[in-house]
């Protein structure tokens, strides 16, 4: 008998005869979900992101592609990684190059392997898109695919993540529930709530531990949603 | 090749260990300071109680119920996994474990494997195990590497090194990694194990990591964590291997939701942790990163024992949060180390007689002033109190009685003169006339009670009986109205 079918067995024999409870997630989160208007989710997940460090930039659908210009311009980074066969990403390269001293600009267009060293050592900053946000904990949900690969929001030393903040839910169960996660995931599927950090000394916060030191979030707000309100409704 | 196992039994040694360890000044210091720092952390994240309540209430069903479905939903997330064309292996004992592991590791002649953070991997003692095979493994949490660097075993189970202070590690990283000058800057250390750490997920031939939980439904394995090792371990090297205890498994996607929403800000007080890491399949073919070989190792190593009981199931509720131990008196005055079990504190006190059995851990479960500090943090409501009065009845059984779920080690604290005492006072007590000829024989010889009384002396002076008993003055105080 294998060791899987001991471990069954000893389990069966065991388990109890009567039907469990069946726990009420759906009806906690129908309590215990807010009900704010995008403005002031938007401040709330500023706010939580901002309290563990992270840069997040207000912008707009047409002026993004020069906010990340000018961030790019006053951190002086040589060379960022990107994704130039997407949309967003033509339009982040594009932007770049117009620079002064433009960056030089890599893609990730080889596997892992063939590159490793170099990913590690010579990518400064990486920019990728992002598929929605959560505003009660102030994260990032990233769906990695063979365009912005995982290693793009974790090797470089600075991710720049472009964010539509129209797509943020209030919480992980609605963000789940409506894009309905249960009937299949990627290959790989990330919250992202800050940049790296560690606590391990001393309980002293460190930031930078093995991931990104920072992460910059590039929020597209509506246009209708006034850019100085939002600011200062933090 | 063969090793041969050692047998060793720190657990044995508790009462000496925890008597070093109270009389460490610096050691009580450090504790202290943590956990004070832990507790308030974690009360700032629940200021509604009632959320708080509700959510302890939603993540014990959730666990409840999937323990009650283990056999079928491991089976479940077995076949997804499968699907998903990740390969599952099971393993009774920790040594089977090691074994699977190095095995995985030899068929791809592997020499280097880089580790997330894992418990389970410290019950096997998986690292030793590969060292003696060839395998280099090397922790990558900061916190298990500075403890790996110092030859020590984590002392708590989500801050390892929370037992060393910064001129320690300055001098552990000075000594052992190349190059590095003598810091005691925070920021400055962890970007000198940043760089050397980041060296070591360039080389290595395999990544290994724990799951914290694990979805049936869509064959789902999820790492909760900070520092994005994990995230380097399950994405940089070629084949990826976590390892995890049966229990771990959950049903439902949305199962993990109230959990993740209760772990980070139960252990260390965040909102939320830095990375939370969904793995769903090995590196699909257009994909240009991420390990193309993925394992998932499933360990019982004494799960099954505590299953068959129902009381003594609850255990498995553990989500290893940690609170437990932060918010334990004895944990904060003693530390992880005294108790020579990989898991220590209050959850390691009631989990790890099911590990090592009663022989071996006697004495933890008796290591508690039964406050109830632990049962009322736990975030999914394990009474931890009534486990360590169960497992000291347990371990204080008639080893030859028969029960329907006899633990490893039943009796090893078993007394029969004790048991005589008991079985003595059990036939006096419950005749009346018996026991009124006791009292008056207790109170009147009084002066002959013996100085020494088993355990009671072994802490307390003596007991002596009053002049007269307490049915007598009653009596007296009547009859003079």
Known sequence: MSARDRILGKLRAAAPAQTPVEPDVAGYYARHTLQHALPARLAHFSHMMRAVHTEVIYTRADSWPQALAARAAQAGWRHVLLAPNTAHGARAAQALQGLATPPQLKSYDRPIDDWKAELFHDVDAAFTTTRAGIAETGTLIVWPDADEPRAMSLVPPVHIALFDASRLYENFYQAVSTEGWANGLPTNSLLISGPSKTADIQQTLAYGAHGPRELIVLAIVPDDIDLAELEAAQ | ?481
């Open chain 2, 1 to 481: 090749m063969s090793t041969h196992p050692i047998t060793v039994h720190p657990a044995r040694s508790f009462k000496a260990n925890s008597h070093d360890a109270v009389n460490d000044p610096h050691l009580r210091k450090s504790f202290r300071g943590a956990m004070d720092f832990l507790m308030a952390k974690r009360a700032a994240q629940f200021p509604d109680h009632n959320e708080l309540e509700a959510l302890r209430s939603l993540g014990e069903t959730v666990r409840q119920r999937c323990l009650a479905k283990l056999p079928q939903l491991l089976e479940k997330l077995e076949a997804q996994l499968t699907a998903n064309g990740v390969k599952v292996h099971w393993a009774e004992t920790p040594e089977e474990a090691n074994a699977i592991i190095h095995g995985l590791i030899a068929a791809r002649n592997g020499k280097l494997a880089v580790k997330g953070k894992s418990m389970v991997s410290e019950e096997t003692e998986l690292n030793h195990y590969l060292e003696a095979h060839g395998v280099q493994a090397v922790e990558s949490d900061m916190g298990e590497y500075i403890v790996q660097l110092a030859g020590e075993k984590p002392s708590h189970i989500i801050m390892p090194a929370i037992h060393k202070t910064k001129a320690q590690i300055a001098t552990l990283f000075h000594d052992n990694i190349p190059a590095a000058p003598y810091t005691e800057d925070v920021d400055e250390l962890i970007q000198l194990g940043r760089n050397a750490l980041r060296g070591m997920y360039l080389k290595a031939d395999v990544g290994i990591s724990g799951v914290n939980f694990a979805v049936a439904e869509t064959g789902t394995l999820c790492l909760v964590e900070n520092e994005g090792n994990g995230r380097m371990c399950t994405t940089v090297p070629d084949m990826h291997i976590a390892i995890t205890g049966i229990e771990k498994v959950v049903e439902k996607l949305s199962d993990v939701i109230p959990l993740y929403s209760i772990l980070p800000r139960s252990a260390t007080g965040q909102a939320i942790t830095t990375y939370f890491n969904m793995i769903s399949r090995p590196r699909q073919p257009g994909e240009k990163d991420g390990p193309r070989e993925v394992h998932l190792v499933l360990l019982d190593n004494g799960r099954s024992q505590a299953y068959a009981d129902e009381q003594l199931r609850k255990t498995l509720q553990c989500i290893r949060c940690g609170a437990c131990m932060n918010h334990c008196p004895v944990y904060s005055r003693i530390g992880g180390h005294a108790y020579g079990t990989v898991y220590p504190g209050p959850i390691g006190k009631i989990i790890s007689p099911h590990m090592l059995g009663l022989n071996d851990t006697q004495d933890l479960p008796t290591a508690s002033s039964l406050c109830g500090a632990c049962g009322e943090v736990c975030p999914v409501r394990i009474p931890i109190p009534e486990m360590l009065m169960r497992l000291r009845e347990e371990a204080a059984r008639d080893p030859e009685e028969k029960v329907p779920h006899p633990l490893a080690g039943q009796g090893a604290a078993y007394s029969p003169q004790l048991a005589r005492v008991w079985s003595l006072w059990r036939t006096v007590y419950s005749r009346p006339a018996l026991y009124r000829a006791f009292s008056w024989l207790a109170t009147r010889l009084r002066v002959f009670t013996p100085r020494r009384q088993l355990g009671w002396t072994v802490h307390r002076t003596p007991l002596t009986p009053a002049k007269q008993s307490l049915h007598e003055l009653v009596r007296q105080r009547q009859s003079s109205r």
